[in-house]
């Protein structure tokens, strides 16, 4: 299976699943929908340290990629695609994601001011670029016989990342540190999330879960991403040992895709207006390393 296809077989697993609505209500959280203007759908991908948003939206011509600064919504379409997804985007602005033109293959991007640069993986079949950090590290995921890899590009060269033993993996994010998170295929155990660090891959499972899926890393380790247990599908928001449940109230599926280094998470979600994307912070909760103060 490839990585275009797994991401919409994951999306999809989602779609229907009623998740519990309680993990957000006791911490005084603040969320607010994120909704494209004339939009049939919104998903909020990715955010940076300045607040800058982008994600990918349906319209009646088609899927566009967007960036939302404050207010202001301006749509990300790659020249000649017939379908474009922003993912990622660092502290200077730059955007990374993925576009079709119709055909059979999926290829990447690199968005700086008003220039794209096409990224392929060389002999790779399609490439898929998912986050960028502030130093302009990119990754993501490519597929080639059959298997899917992740990938580090940086400066013009491309490295692989492959979890040990798995069939499969995908690179989602990576921080000014150039740890990277993502997920793997492993045989009859299915899907874990996992933080590289170095040389050295971390699972990361959520405690009674049977899948878990890694997405977005902040510059102070704190990692999203979403999982299913007994009861369904949940986002989660690891920091540390801790893991906290992140389900939009009143929503049928919580997706998080990122987080910034201020703690803010941006996805989305599924209630009965709608999917719609959504920004979700705490109210009074100032993050630091070391220390936490809820007021």
Known sequence: MNASSTRFVLVAAVL???VGATGLAAVGVRITPIDAPGATHTSANGTNTGGQIVGNYSDG???????KDGMTFTS???PGASSTYAYGINGKGHVVGFY???????????KEGTTYTRIDVPGASD????GINDNGQLVGTYSRNTRDHGFLEEGKTFTAIDVPGASDTYAYAINGSGQVVGYYHLGSSGYHGFLKDGATFTPIDVPGADMTIALGINDLGQIVGFYRDGTGYHGFLKDG???TQ???PGASYTYPYGINTNGLVVGTYLDTTGSRGFLLGTEGYHTHRDRRDVH
């Open 127 to 130: 490439t898929h670029a998912y």
């Open 100 to 110: 079709d033109t119709g055909g059979s293959n999926i290829r990447s991007f690199r």
């Open 61 to 67: 011509t088609g899927i566009h990629g967007f960036l």
């Open 241 to 243: 040992t801790t893991f």
């Open 76 to 78: 990300v379409d790659m």
């Open 246 to 248: 992140l389900d939009v």
């Open 16 to 18: 229907g699943l009623v």
